[in-house]
């Protein structure tokens, strides 16, 4: 939903009617996952997908009526692989997508969750008389939405239900179908240390949906000159920074100055947190002094094991666009459970 966000913005302003199509259940080796979304304006423009491109004729064009009539509707996909190609899918999945055209207020409420720093639910029914009607579900208990009365309640509860688990669901609730969607927080890149190799990292983390702040107490290091793409810039001693910024389970830390005046206070910092990534620059030997520092200054042995260095995947890169790659894709591979990702060598 995050990535798009700028183009609904846009064809809001021109007062263009939209349409949003959402996959609500995938089988088998379907291209994206659930919750996947694509926004498409009654002009036809769109943005986003639902399929990676096999099906998305048959939902722009349903979502374009959609967007003129206001009537929702539920689309399946299916095929085997061996007819994949004729029909339509050509992984051989199939998915079903729900197309709907919300207000404004559903918009707003979406767009708003997308941006959030808090994990949310969204439960919209999908068919019946109630089809089209959502409830949010807010990680303190808050409700808001245009789905009322008893069938609420049951929602509610199976919303909450999802939002502990941190999973999203198709369910029953009264016999009405219904698909649950946990948003999480956006992502977050925290690069300590405003060195070459941070440029094209924050640049390709931010075109991943990461929100990116660059710490650096150094002015001619971390400066909006030098990071113009940067979310955020914190010009303090890393240990300091990273109380401010805070981190969560949606946090990834990467540590990139090669100086322990300011690896070791954010690695301090971090290793102990929530922080779903935490990697450092340098080499084996390095890294086997910074482990002694690290262990005398108090943190255990399993802290100190889940610091990723060298840091990023070994792919035999050299240039700092190169090791911003692997950097990513070791973040990208943690993230997605691949935690078994070869380091750099």
């Known amino acids: 939903m995050r990535d798009l966000l700028p183009d609904i913005e846009a064809w809001g302003a021109e007062a263009q009617p939209l349409a949003l199509a959402t996959v609500v259940r995938t089988w088998g080796s379907a291209p994206r996952a659930l919750g996947s979304r694509m926004a498409v304006s009654a002009d036809g423009r769109i943005a986003g997908s639902v399929s990676g491109g096999c099906v998305e004729a048959a939902v722009i ?124 927080p956006s992502p977050k890149l925290v690069v300590v240390g405003g060195v070459h190799i941070a440029i094209p990292l924050t640049w390709m983390a931010r075109a991943l949906g990461y929100k990116t702040i660059v710490v650096d107490p150094r002015p001619a290091f971390g400066s909006v000159d030098r990071f113009p793409q940067a979310d955020e810039i914190v010009p303090a001693w890393p240990d300091e920074a990273m109380g401010r910024i805070g981190l969560n389970s949606q946090t990834a830390v990467a540590v990139l100055t090669h100086d322990p005046k300011l690896d070791d206070p954010a690695l301090r910092a971090a290793l102990p947190s929530p922080a779903f990534y935490v990697g450092a620059l340098g080499s084996k030997q390095t890294q086997a002094k910074r482990r002694d520092r690290l262990l005398a200054a108090g943190l255990t042995e399993s802290q100190v094991g889940r610091l990723r260095a060298p840091i990023g995947l070994d792919l035999g890169g050299r240039s700092p666009e190169e090791i911003a790659v692997s950097v990513l894709a070791q973040i990208v591979a943690v993230r997605n459970g691949r935690g078994d990702a070869k380091p750099a060598a």
């Open 61 to 184: 064009e349903a979502a374009r009526e959609a967007a003129k009539t206001g009537t929702p509707c539920l689309l399946s996909f299916g095929v085997a692989d061996e007819k994949a190609w004729t029909v339509g899918l050509a992984c051989g999945g199939a998915i079903d997508v729900f197309v709907e055209a919300p207000d404004f207020a559903t918009f707003a409420e979406l767009m708003s969750l997308s941006s959030s720093d808090e994990p949310a639910a969204v439960a919209t029914v999908l068919a019946g008389p109630s089809a089209g009607r959502h409830l949010f579900l807010h990680a303190d208990g808050q409700k808001r939405g245009s789905l009322k009365g008893p069938l609420s309640q049951k929602v509610s509860a199976a919303a909450r239900a999802a939002l502990a688990e941190g999973k999203s669901a198709r369910v029953e609730v009264s016999d009405t179908d219904v698909f649950i969607e946990v948003m999480e």
